[in-house]
């Protein structure tokens, strides 16, 4: 491996180590946060030590050849018992059966990390080897066994994750099955590196060499196989939080078309909230909320249920759902209310339509963000899934809804061409939203909204 292989995973986790940090000044810091913060800090130092360069370095700073040896296999094995504190921690259950595994693992990953100094002052190493440690003096007393020390821990550490996270992937789903599996891939990396060091080393105690294994196969192992553990402990982590803001993002642009259409014209005098641009996502989408409902708010002294209905009937005529066409109606009154309103008229002098305006508006919005969603989408064209095919146009009889009649069919047909959920109101349609029940001198229904809707919107 190069230098650079040993380094550059080492800035990337520490990085994610420092990114991370905040999250202990927050009140008491939570177990996982400590485990995953030990996990990250642990395998910088892993890759780092393990350096060619900074072996050179640690052994010429020292005066003792090959410390940094057993310094590597500390901090290796300290990375197992962080890998088998946070698993212990990330599965829960009773708070005091989580403590008794972690303690067990932290003093068995102490007892093994307390053994390899020893072991090393009792041994001999006199040549300093910065690549093959393990294979050079795999016969020589008590360095044996502080090598095969260090691998069996690291071993069974993997084989243990490995039972747990499979076991586990099974009975979860979405970002920590995603997790698991990641760590089972890494995991598994781990089981290859320790299997190949274990191998070479038994190789030589039978007289024979194979020490490609040590030097050439494992170190590109364990550089692999932590990156990826880091990355499958990392994800349920992050990913929820990845998830919420692209979620948040998503919302805050397809409310844009609805604001576009509400916010005020320049020359009212309304103050608008600047929002910084490092704002998070969620603020940005609270604010845009807050503001197109104050708008709403506004308009209902010019809304006209006369409007909406007129838009609604026009919508289900050329094919679109109930669902749609109940907020396209709304859309068609709200933006003929805002022209109304940008325009200088009077509010409606029909309080009943008024009044039935608003409670459509309030009813088809409801609780929760995806309604006005919903809202802003009905400023745009009808999807083309919801259009009927136009050879089945005569396919129902006169008199039953929905039932078209040739010039009907006409009109529908220029609405499809046109591409928008435009709507031309026939001369009976116009006469009916006149009734009798319509106040002399209440001005008439708003403007085509499909056309008000289209100008604004496009």
């Not at 890494?186 to 105690?205: I, M, P, S």
């Not at 509400?262 to 929002?275: F, S, Y």
Request: hydrophobic share 45%.
């Amino acid at each position: 491996m190069r230098n650079s292989d040993y380094y550059v995973p080492t800035v990337a986790l520490f990085i994610a180590f420092v990114a991370k940090l905040p999250a202990v000044r927050r009140g008491r810091p939570d177990p996982m946060v400590r485990s995953v913060l030990a996990l990250l800090f642990t395998a910088a130092l892993c890759f780092f030590f393990a350096a060619p360069p900074t072996i050179v370095r640690v052994n010429r700073i020292t005066g003792v050849t090959n410390l940094s040896a057993p310094l590597v296999y500390c901090i290796m094995c300290a990375f197992s018992c962080a890998c088998m504190v946070l698993i212990v921690n990330w599965r829960g259950g009773p708070r005091e059966r989580i403590r008794r595994a972690s303690l067990t693992w932290i003093t068995f990953y102490g007892v093994v990390i307390a053994a390899l100094p020893v072991l090393f002052v009792l041994g001999d190493t006199p040549v300093e080897r910065l690549r093959d440690f393990d294979t050079y003096y795999a016969t020589t007393p008590f360095i044996r066994e502080l090598v095969v020390t260090y691998l069996v821990a690291h071993i069974v550490s993997a084989v243990v994750t490995t039972v747990l996270c499979l076991r586990w992937a099974r009975a979860v789903g979405q970002w920590l099955r995603l997790g698991l599996i990641v760590l089972v891939a890494g995991l598994t990396l781990n089981l290859a590196f320790g299997f190949a060091k274990l191998t070479a080393v038994v190789v030589r105690w039978t007289g024979s060499e194979c020490d490609a294994l040590s030097t050439a196969v494992a170190p590109p192992l364990a550089a692999l196989g932590g990156l990826t553990l880091t990355a499958g402990f990392l994800l349920p982590l992050l990913g929820p939080r990845a998830e919420g803001l692209l979620r948040s993002w998503r919302a805050y642009g397809r409310l844009g078309a609805l604001w576009r259409q509400l916010r005020p014209a320049p020359g009212e005098r309304r103050e608008v909230p600047r929002i910084p641009w490092w704002a998070p996502a969620e603020l940005r989408l609270t604010v845009r909320e807050t503001l197109i409902h104050d708008e709403l708010l506004r308009l209902q002294p010019y809304l006209d249920d006369r409007v909406r209905r007129l838009a609604y009937e026009a919508a289900l005529g050329i094919g679109a759902t109930e669902r749609r066409a109940g907020m396209t109606g709304v859309a068609a009154m709200v933006v003929a209310a805002v022209e109304a309103r940008r325009s200088g008229s009077c509010p409606a002098s029909d309080e009943e339509h008024c009044q039935a305006g608003a409670r459509a508006l309030t009813a088809e919005l409801g609780p929760g963000r995806e309604r006005l969603v919903r809202l802003s989408g009905a400023l745009g064209p009808l999807p083309e899934q919801d259009h009927r095919p136009e050879d089945r146009a005569g396919d129902r009889p006169e008199g039953r809804p929905g039932g078209r009649s040739k010039g009907r069919s006409k009109r529908r047909a220029e609405g499809r061409t046109q591409g928008r959920w435009a709507w031309r109101p026939s001369a009976g349609r116009a006469d009916r939203a006149e009734s009798p029940a319509t106040p002399a001198g209440a001005p008439a229904p708003g403007p085509a909204p499909s056309q008000n809707a289209e100008t604004r919107t496009r």
